[in-house]
């Protein structure tokens, strides 16, 4: 075999050496790749549910609270409706609700719509009913006590009379 030869099966074997490792760098960027992609997923979808997990939380944490201020919201409404001669006691009554129904906006918390409504038993707790032609079906003529909800949640149910 010739120099010349011996020259050519060298280069080609070392073109072949190149090649086979060039794809295996190819294949190992390719997996590194894959992995990178697949963590970074993996950490986004944990982001997302940490935040989701927070935001409930919060409103579990916001609903237990806002759920034992309610007898004292139902107390200053009773207290507004009280006939007194002391108008400026009345009208401080009435400044403290408002302050009070206003602080529970900026929290989100609202009231459940009652007298006129569908009966929903999601919302409504049904503690009489009466029989009126007049009125719809399952409609709400009364409403014993108000209901509250935080989004979807809710957390006082109404309690109500319901028509037919």
């Known amino acids: 075999m010739s120099e010349k030869e011996k020259n050519e099966i ?8 190149e ?3 060039l794809e295996s760098v190819k294949s190992e960027l390719e997996d590194i790749t894959d992995r990178y992609k697949r963590i ?3 950490f986004e979808n944990h982001k997302k549910r940490s935040q989701k997990e927070r935001e409930s939380l919060y409103n579990s944490i916001l609903s237990d609270i806002v759920e034992g ?5 139902d107390n200053l ?3 507004a409706k009280v006939q007194t001669k002391d ?3 009345k009208k401080g009554v009435e400044l403290v609700l408002k302050q009070f129904q206003d602080m529970l906006k900026t929290k989100g918390v609202v009231e459940i719509p009652a007298i006129g409504e569908t ?6 707790e049904a503690v009489s009913s009466i029989q009126d032609a007049e009125k719809g079906e399952k409609e709400i003529v009364q409403e014993y006590r108000k209901g509250y909800k935080i989004g979807t949640r809710v957390i006082r149910h109404s ?3 319901v028509a037919n």
Request: hydrophobic residues 40%.
């Open 159 to 161: 309690m109500v009379v």
């Open 10 to 17: 060298s280069e080609n074997e070392e073109e072949n050496l």
């Open 40 to 42: 970074l997923a993996e």
């Open 87 to 89: 108008e400026e006691y």
């Open 77 to 79: 409404e009773n207290a």
């Open 119 to 124: 009966f929903d038993p999601q919302l409504h």
């Open 19 to 21: 090649q086979n490792e």
């Open 69 to 73: 201020m309610l007898p004292i919201l």
